[in-house]
């Protein structure tokens, strides 16, 4: 069974980094798909972010491009999220979650980890 | 990028009635593949999110039968039928024919 599980800190200062992993178990990151992150924010807009390929390349939303950074980790299986300089709007839930080429959606999520930007 | 325009907030339904939710695009989402890509999402709290319908039409292995997605060019509905009181949750549509990926604002269904 595949499952994705978001994990870090559930309150972020502003003006700092946020920083995420979503640990993979049951199917490899590099053997297929792209491993995004998206997010919801109170109010429920919800934010694809950007992603990493099974080959490790990325793509970001234009509107993150400065501050998000995508990697990963292939020998624990897990990817992550940067995203700097935060203010009190990035406050969100922070989601992971697979990309299938052949059905065009996000067929497999994470729970979802809620990040507070507060001093 | 794509605008996704879920007009209806909320919708108020009855348990074993129908209802739809619509999602309207700013641009067609047919790909040169002749499909749309055009996906369905359910969120209940405290689940995961379920991807129910992709490319517009198809449902997801699992998904009930009551979930059905029809739609093309620019105009794409979700309908539940026979709604079963585990269906009360947030629903979205989303788009990945164009980077980036866009979501609708998300339709969320009540209990009358």
């Known amino acids: 069974e595949i499952q994705l599980q978001e994990s870090g800190p559930g309150l972020v200062k502003p003006s700092q980094s946020l920083s995420l992993t979503c640990s993979v178990t049951?199917?490899?990151?590099?053997?297929?798909?792209?491993w995004s992150w998206i997010r919801k924010f109170p109010g429920n807009k919800m934010e694809w972010m950007g992603y990493?390929?099974?080959?490790?390349?990325?793509n970001y939303n234009p509107s993150l491009k400065l501050r998000i950074s995508i990697s990963r980790d292939t020998s624990k299986n897990h990817f992550f999220l940067q995203l700097n300089s935060v203010t009190t709007e990035d406050s969100a839930t922070y989601y992971c979650?697979?990309?299938?080429?052949?059905?065009?959606?996000?067929?497999?999520w994470g729970q979802g980890v809620m990040v507070t930007v507060s001093s | 990028q794509i605008t996704l325009t879920q007009q209806a907030e909320s919708l108020w339904v009855s348990p074993g009635e129908k209802v739809s939710i619509t999602c309207r695009a700013s641009?067609?989402?047919?790909?040169?593949?002749?499909?749309?890509?055009l996906s369905w999402y359910q969120q209940r709290p405290g689940q995961t999110t379920r991807a129910l319908i992709y490319?517009?039409?198809i449902r997801t292995d699992g998904v009930p039968t009551r979930f059905i997605g029809s739609g093309s060019g620019t105009e794409f509905t979700l309908s539940i039928e026979d709604v079963q009181p585990e269906d009360i949750a947030l629903y979205y549509c989303?788009?990945?024919?164009?980077?980036?990926?866009?979501f609708g604002a998300g339709t969320k269904l009540e209990l009358k």
């Open positions: 990493i390929s099974n080959s490790g390349s990325t």
């Open positions: 641009q067609s989402l047919l790909y040169t593949d002749g499909k749309y890509y």
């Open positions: 049951g199917y490899s990151i590099i053997s297929g798909y792209d």
């Open positions: 490319h517009a039409s």
């Open positions: 979650a697979r990309y299938g080429y052949y059905s065009g959606d996000f067929d497999y």
């Open positions: 989303l788009q990945t024919l164009k980077k980036p990926s866009t």
